[in-house]
C-alpha cells in the first residue's frame, strides 16, 4: 500500500469520527472517540490479558465518571454521588493495583486529547497537509508513557503553584 494510499485511509477514519462526534446521532459523543482512538492507535502498547483490559476500561469509565460529577455545583446529591464513584475507584483500584490504574488514567488521557484533535480537525479545511498534521499529533499522543504523563502533570501543578 502506498504512502498516498494511508493517507486516504486514515483521511477517511478521521472524518468519519469527526462526523460521529459532531454528529445529532444518539450517544453521547464517548463512543464515537473511544472508537475513534482505537480506529487510530497503532496498537504498540503493553499486551494485557482480557480480565486487565476488563478492569481498565471499568476504570476509565469510572474515572469519566467521577470528573463529570466533580463539578461546581449540584448540591448535596452529587457530592453524595461523586464521594460514591471516588470510593469505586479505590475499590477497583486496589483490586487491580497501580499499574492498572496508571493505565486506566493514561488511556482516559488520550481519549481526550484525541477529541480535542479530532474537533480541531473538524474545524479546519481538512486538506491533505491538515491530515497530515492531525496523524502526526496522534502518533505524538499514542508515544506518550505514564511516565511522560505523570511529569508533565507535575511540572504544570509546580507551574500553577508558583503562579497562584
Known amino acids: 500500500m502506498s504512502e498516498h494510499d494511508d493517507a486516504s485511509a486514515a483521511e477517511a477514519a478521521l472524518r468519519k469520527a469527526v462526523e460521529r462526534l459532531c454528529g445529532d446521532g444518539p450517544g453521547d459523543g464517548s463512543e464515537a472517540a473511544q472508537e475513534a482512538v482505537q480506529a487510530l492507535a497503532d496498537g504498540s502498547g503493553k499486551a494485557w490479558t482480557p480480565e486487565q483490559e476488563t478492569q481498565i476500561r471499568a476504570m476509565v469509565d469510572q474515572i469519566r465518571k467521577l470528573r463529570d460529577l466533580n463539578r461546581p455545583g449540584g448540591g448535596w446529591w452529587r ?58 499529533q496522534r502518533e505524538a499522543v499514542n508515544a506518550v508513557t505514564y511516565e511522560d504523563y505523570r511529569q508533565a502533570k507535575k511540572a504544570l501543578a509546580e507551574k500553577k503553584a508558583a503562579a497562584g
Not at 479546519?124 to 498534521?133: E, G, P, T
Open 79 to 136: 457530592r453524595r454521588r461523586e464521594w460514591r464513584a471516588r470510593e469505586r475507584l479505590v475499590d477497583m483500584m486496589e483490586a487491580g493495583g497501580p499499574e492498572l490504574l496508571n493505565e486506566a488514567e493514561l488511556r482516559h488521557w488520550k481519549s481526550l486529547a484525541m477529541v480535542e484533535l479530532l474537533l480541531e480537525f473538524a474545524g479546519s479545511a481538512m486538506k491533505q497537509d491538515d491530515v497530515m498534521k492531525v496523524l502526526a
